[in-house]
């Protein structure tokens, strides 16, 4: 009988994540607890700042103290492991100073108390630019920062934007460009390494603002691909991703008159089995 040879690769990947759809108008401050929504970042020196839902839809920073002021809002629920949280940029300008947008993950929700990592953002007339910072409390609504790497880019309306968080201190602030080109920049830091985080959304106010939509937060995905030799399928096949924490299995079928020569996953030959399980 002909033989069949099998290839399994496991690879990291993910630029996919659950949609969060809250509404962003809602005075969050009177929910109950628990109600997975979008609430105000207390302590701020306006207890108005927020974040707004415009007439088109998209979403924008809001502080009845006017320009330049911040809003800010966390998830009501908090996060561990591999996760990221994401947004589309879909409006922008370049000529007003340096305006910038966060998507910050913390371990409060409170800018006195608060320690994290934001990816920010930086709309500048001329380039402009992404950073990944370290956050720490100070005490004041003002806190430390620490920029730990920077890139200078062009940022266009369509660019997707991702902040991935893993549990070995990898934080890596991601863009998907509309133009198809990939950028990200990556650190690894653990001075700030609590058991779980909340995820923030932090703008400034400007005259005609930065408007976001799409806000996307949920696991990193593990990126499985797996592909057939000559004479038989794997099922499923292509690059299939895989949620933290969930197993998926994989079934060899060779054609008529063939069978199977070995199962290779990650390099390591498994045998010639008809079925694998990723755990």
């Known amino acids: 009988m002909k033989k069949l040879i099998l290839l399994i690769l496991f690879a990291l990947s993910g630029s996919f994540a659950q949609t969060l759809t809250d509404d962003f108008n809602r005075d969050s401050t009177n929910d109950l607890a628990g109600s997975l929504r979008w609430r105000r970042v207390l302590d701020l020196t306006d207890t108005g700042a927020t974040l707004q839902i415009n007439p088109d839809s998209t979403v924008s920073a809001r502080n009845p ?36 947008f966060y998507l910050q993950v913390m371990d409060d929700s409170s800018w006195y108390t608060g320690n994290g990592y934001g990816f920010r953002y930086q709309q500048n007339s001329g380039q402009d630019r992404m950073d990944i910072q370290r956050v720490t409390a100070s005490g004041t609504d003002t806190p430390f920062v620490y920029l730990h790497a920077t890139r200078n880019r062009e940022f ?11 549990p070995d201190g990898r934080k890596t602030g991601v863009v998907y460009g509309a133009d198809g080109v990939r950028d990200s ?18 703008g400034s106010v400007i005259p005609d603002p930065l408007r976001m939509d799409n806000f996307m937060t949920g696991p990193i995905p593990f990126g499985i691909v797996a592909s057939a030799g000559p004479g038989g399928s794997i099922s499923p096949s292509g690059t299939v991703l895989i949620n933290p924490g969930k197993d998926t299995t994989f079934t060899i079928t060779p054609n008529t008159g063939y069978h199977t020569d070995s199962v290779v996953v990650d390099g390591t030959n498994q045998g010639a089995v008809g079925s694998y399980n990723f755990t």
């Not at 994401?86 to 910038?100: A, E």
């Not at 309306?157 to 902040?163: H, K, N, P, Q």
């Open 156 to 166: 266009t309306e369509g660019d997707t934007l991702f902040f991935k968080f893993y």
């Open 185 to 202: 920049i990556s650190i690894v830091d653990t001075v700030h390494n609590p058991a779980a985080w909340f995820v923030w959304l932090q």
């Open 65 to 100: 103290i006017g320009l330049y002021s911040r809003g800010a809002v966390y998830w009501d629920s908090s996060f561990s492991g591999r996760f990221q949280v994401g947004l589309i940029l879909s409006h922008k300008t370049g000529t007003i100073g340096s305006p910038n």
